[in-house]
């Protein structure tokens, strides 16, 4: 029944987007078959399900702002086992790292399972990832009219345990660009406003400089180019942008500041770049998770093109 169901509403969505130059389709993407591509007018994503459910191309004009590694096409869930490569796309993950790390490959880069639930929208759905203690979906929806993602994750605790999780973004862009986020001026628990990963020991640093920052309005920028460089901060704003060339992305998403962010060391919003790519991470606050309880997240992404290019 859910195959015929699957399969009608399949044709009618395809029936319906192919009038108005846009909808869902499966296509092949780097290798890969069996990738879902939402497009408009405007702008299109593409999203493979074998390995994680990543976005690999979110494009506005022919402009993917996505990093994507040539070396990985086509790999599998048991290549990626194998030489255990950091992953390209916009990755979805869950926190806190230190734990999570080690019990997540189902869900990072596992195959799951795909539904057409709407002319330009799909729900994704995880292998129940008895290792990480969660059952994962999320759905895809891209505007019809313009270059706009919204991503909805939601997590179910399918252990027998109270887990600690987060939601993690963990999209990755081209590099060269600026990034940008707001900083909390006047109550942040961080002296500039933003704090600085170091490691060995891992520990966040407050007083630090490097010359790819600035501050400026209540506004941090950072060009991601050279080094290493990983940061966030504690603002309450719920939006950060990246620009590369004339393509910038803006992701939008919820902050409760009377939730707990100790998974994430404090922050709704972190930064990272090693000059081959940047990373933009939003996260959200960590739940206490009791059996069969659920929790969720919401993210919108937008693409602009600038200067009227």
């Given at each position: 029944?859910?195959?015929?169901?699957?399969?009608?509403?399949?044709?009618?969505?395809l029936?319906?987007?192919?009038?108005?130059h846009?909808?869902?389709?499966?296509?092949?993407?780097?290798?890969?078959?069996g990738?879902?591509?939402?497009f408009?007018?405007?702008?299109?994503?593409?999203?493979?399900?074998?390995?994680?459910?990543?976005?690999?191309?979110?494009?506005?004009?022919g402009?993917?702002?996505?990093?994507?590694?040539?070396?990985?096409?086509?790999?599998?869930?048991?290549?990626?086992?194998?030489?255990?490569?950091?992953?390209?796309?916009?990755?979805?993950?869950?926190?806190?790292?230190?734990?999570?790390?080690?019990?997540?490959?189902l869900?990072?880069?596992?195959p799951?399972?795909?539904?057409?639930?709407?002319?330009?929208?799909?729900?994704?759905?995880?292998?129940k990832?008895?290792?990480l203690?969660?059952y994962?979906?999320?759905?895809?929806t891209?505007?019809?009219?313009?270059?706009?993602?919204?991503?909805?994750?939601?997590?179910?605790?399918?252990?027998?345990?109270?887990?600690?999780?987060?939601?993690?973004?963990?999209?990755?862009?081209?590099?060269?660009?600026i990034?940008?986020?707001p900083?909390d001026?006047?109550?942040?628990r961080f002296?500039?406003?933003?704090?600085?990963?170091?490691?060995?020991?891992?520990?966040?640093e407050?007083?630090?400089?490097?010359?790819?920052?600035?501050?400026?309005?209540?506004?941090?920028?950072?060009?991601?180019?050279?080094?290493?460089?990983?940061?966030?901060?504690?603002?309450?704003?719920?939006?950060?942008?990246?620009?590369?060339?004339k393509?910038?992305?803006?992701?939008?998403?919820?902050?409760?500041?009377?939730?707990d962010?100790?998974?994430?060391?404090?922050?709704?919003?972190?930064?990272?770049?090693?000059?081959?790519?940047?990373?933009?991470?939003?996260?959200?606050?960590?739940?206490?998770?009791?059996?069969e309880?659920?929790?969720?997240?919401?993210?919108?992404?937008?693409?602009?093109?600038m200067?009227?290019?």
């Amino acid at each position: 029944m859910k195959t015929l169901s699957f399969t009608i509403s399949l044709i009618l969505f395809l029936t319906y987007s192919s009038a108005i130059h846009g909808g869902v389709e499966i296509v092949t993407h780097r290798g890969w078959k069996g990738c879902y591509r939402l497009f408009n007018a405007h702008s299109e994503v593409i999203i493979n399900p074998h390995t994680g459910a990543r976005v690999m191309v979110f494009a506005t004009k022919g402009e993917n702002i996505i990093f994507e590694n040539p070396a990985q096409d086509g790999k599998s869930f048991q290549d990626w086992k194998d030489s255990n490569y950091d992953p390209d796309g916009g990755r979805l993950d869950y926190g806190p790292e230190m734990e999570t790390r080690k019990l997540h490959q189902l869900t990072w880069m596992g195959p799951w399972s795909v539904e057409v639930t709407g002319a330009f929208s799909i729900r994704m759905s995880s292998e129940k990832d008895e290792q990480l203690g969660l059952y994962s979906q999320r759905i895809f929806t891209l505007d019809p009219q313009s270059p706009k993602l919204t991503i909805t994750q939601i997590g179910e605790n399918i252990s027998t345990d109270t887990l600690s999780r987060h939601f993690w973004s963990r999209t990755l862009v081209k590099p060269g660009g600026i990034m940008t986020l707001p900083v909390d001026e006047i109550n942040s628990r961080f002296l500039k406003g933003a704090g600085k990963f170091a490691w060995n020991p891992s520990r966040i640093e407050e007083e630090w400089e490097d010359e790819r920052v600035w501050i400026k309005g209540g506004i941090l920028h950072f060009h991601a180019v050279g080094g290493t460089f990983k940061a966030g901060t504690d603002s309450k704003e719920g939006w950060m942008a990246y620009q590369v060339g004339k393509v910038r992305m803006l992701k939008r998403f919820p902050v409760f500041p009377q939730e707990d962010y100790s998974g994430s060391e404090h922050m709704s919003g972190i930064f990272f770049s090693n000059g081959k790519f940047a990373e933009m991470e939003p996260c959200g606050p960590t739940h206490t998770l009791a059996p069969e309880e659920s929790f969720s997240f919401t993210e919108e992404w937008e693409l602009e093109v600038m200067d009227g290019g």
